[in-house]
């Protein structure tokens, strides 16, 4: 018979949850930006949208939208009698990748600005990230048993790198350039992004790559983290932002 790894009652609420938060930070962000001039706004655009895009991603999940069944066949070898195998039908979560393609270059693009990257580097960074989440889209509908699932993984966390290198070496120097307390608060936000963004692919090893983990109990994982990597990082970036001029972008 084959099993269905599915979302429960407790994924569902907790997708609702997480949709209300992003709701109640889109209108806190948006709100902020009133109380700066026009000429000033663009971190509170940058982060508006990636609260707006995050919600409507939690919405079509919780509504039951952006799912997709990843069909596994599970060989079980036996002693005495032939091997038989085992399908297993596990919930995939697409509207996540969406929600990431457009949220994770933005979210990028925030330390990039306050670090006063030049436009090549920028460049660099966005289009490896996108590159990052497409192809774990890919090892996402890799079927089991396949190289290319884990393939599509290796080259994913290749591209992480590259986001990583850009903004560690490079968004550090020029960070450091603009002044001790810009520097400072990059390394400590930067630091921050690069804790939380690197617990992503370990999860999904976890759930999607190896199903040690269920439906639900990946939700809560990713849940936890959106809400660190999307509010938290944003009400961070924004406040310190509004104390601190050195970190005005000219664009
Ligand atoms: C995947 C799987 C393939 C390998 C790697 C991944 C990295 C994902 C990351 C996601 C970050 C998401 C954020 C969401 C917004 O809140 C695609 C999981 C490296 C880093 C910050």
Redesign the pocket.
């Known amino acids: 018979l084959p099993e269905y790894q599915t979302v429960t009652e407790t994924g569902t609420r907790t997708l609702w949850v997480v949709m209300v938060l992003m709701v109640i930070a889109s209108i806190v962000f948006s709100g902020m930006s009133w109380n700066v001039p026009i000429s000033r706004r663009l971190y509170h655009v940058i982060t508006t949208i990636i609260v707006v895009t ?1 919600g409507i991603s939690y919405f079509a999940m919780a509504t039951g939208h952006g799912i997709a069944y990843n069909h596994v066949v599970e060989r079980e070898s036996h002693k005495h009698v032939p091997d038989t195998t085992h399908d297993i039908y596990r919930q995939v979560f697409w509207a996540r990748y969406v ?2 393609s457009i ?2 270059p933005l ?1 990028l693009l925030d330390l990039c600005l306050l670090a006063g990257m030049n436009g090549g580097n920028i460049l660099i960074a966005l289009v490896a990230d996108i590159i ?2 497409l ?2 889209l890919f ?1 996402a509908f890799g079927s089991e048993g396949t190289p290319q699932k884990w393939g599509w ?1 290796a080259i ?2 290749i591209a ?1 790198l590259v986001v990583i290198w850009q903004l560690a070496y490079h968004g550090r120097a020029t960070a450091m350039a603009k002044g001790g307390k810009v520097g400072k608060f990059f390394g400590a936000i930067g630091g921050f992004t690069l804790v ?2 690197t617990i ?2 370990i999860i ?1 090893g976890i759930a999607d790559g190896s199903r040690h983990m269920s439906v639900d109990e990946e939700i809560i994982a990713y849940a936890v ?2 809400i660190l ?2 509010p938290i990082f944003g009400a961070w970036l924004l406040f310190t932002h509004m104390s601190m001029p050195e970190t005005n972008v000219e664009i």
């Open positions: 995050a929600d990431w949220t994770t979210l990052m989440i192809t774990g090892a993984y994913a966390c992480y939380i963004w992503y692919p999904w983290l959106d990597a999307k």
